[in-house]
C-alpha cells in the first residue's frame, strides 16, 4: 500500500512540476525507467551468481517507485532494499541521460519520440463554462419571473 500512495503522490508532484506541459516526455519517463528495469532484470537473470536474487523479483512496481523516491522509506520498514537499489539506478540512469549528458555534449539522447508526443496534447486543456449554459436547473424565483 505505501508503494502504491509514493508511485501516486511522486507521479502527481513530478507531473506538476518537473514535466508541468510536457506529459509525453513524463510518460516516456516512466516507459524508459519500466524499460531499464525490465532489461536489468532479464540480464541479471542469465548471471550465474546472481540469477536467484533476481529470480525472486515479481514485481517491478516497487523499482520503478524508487525511481522516484528516496530508498531510506524502505531501510525504515525492514524491507530488502535490493529491489529498491534497481530502480534509483533506473533513475540515475534517466537523470544522466536527460539533463547530465546532454549539458556535456550537447546532445539529448533521450528525445521523446514524435509518436508519443502525438498522443498527448501540446497545451493544457481549458474548460470553459459557456454563462448561458445550464448544469442545474434554474432556481424556483428565475422560473416565476414574467
Known sequence: MFHM????????LLEEN?????????????????????????????????????????????SLT????????????????W????GMIAGHAYYFLEDVYPRMTGRRPLKTPSLIKALFADEDVVVARPENVRFAPPPAE?????
Open 83 to 86: 529491489v529498491d537499489l534497481l
Open 142 to 146: 428565475e422560473l416565476h419571473r414574467d
Open 5 to 12: 500512495f509514493f508511485l501516486a503522490r511522486y507521479c502527481k
Open 66 to 81: 524508487f525511481m522516484m523516491v528516496l530508498l531510506g522509506f524502505s531501510v525504515l520498514v525492514g524491507a530488502s532494499a
Open 18 to 62: 518537473t514535466f508541468r506541459g510536457r506529459t509525453a516526455d513524463f510518460f516516456y519517463m516512466l516507459l524508459f525507467g519500466a524499460s531499464v528495469l525490465t532489461g536489468i532484470v532479464l540480464i541479471g537473470g542469465m548471471i550465474p551468481y546472481l540469477s536467484a536474487s533476481f529470480a525472486r523479483i515479481i514485481f517491478l512496481s516497487n
